[in-house]
């Protein structure tokens, strides 16, 4: 048996014996906090992703704008791991968001304006 593994009373499905050995792997990470590891919800659908209970994310700013068909959200929130951007793209009801550390918003402006200066210069200057 394997360590933090809790044994589970269920005979192995006829139809699929290994049911039972995926079910205790499933427990023994949700057991040993593997759950909570960067990235393990994402791959797998797991619980990591959920808000933490009681954890109210503070709004300091909220600004929408519209791109072509696209909505960007820009959200400047603090809860008490720090402040954080973070940014929403809605296309057709789909929505996919990154989130950037206050500490790494300087580095993610100067990057934005050096795109902007590139595209700049590509194309001769901005759209009418």
């Not at 906090?33 to 933490?52: C, D, E, H, N």
């Not at 720090?82 to 950037?100: Q, W």
Request: hydrophobic share 35%; charged share 30%.
């Amino acid at each position: 048996m394997i360590r933090g593994l809790r044994s589970t009373s269920r005979p192995r499905s006829r139809s699929n014996p290994s049911l039972t050995t995926r079910r205790a792997r499933v427990e023994y990470i949700c057991v040993c906090g593997w759950a909570g590891r960067p990235g393990w919800a994402s791959r797998r659908g797991g619980i990591a992703g959920r808000k933490l209970e009681g954890v109210v994310d503070t709004v300091l700013l909220s600004e929408r704008i519209q791109i072509e068909r696209k909505q960007f959200f820009f959200d400047l929130k603090e809860n008490p791991r720090g402040r954080f951007l973070r940014i929403t793209e809605e296309v057709g009801g789909r929505r996919d968001t990154i989130i950037i550390p206050s500490t790494g918003l300087d580095l993610f402006l100067t990057t934005i304006e050096r795109a902007i200066e590139a595209d700049i210069g590509n194309n001769g200057g901005p759209p009418a």
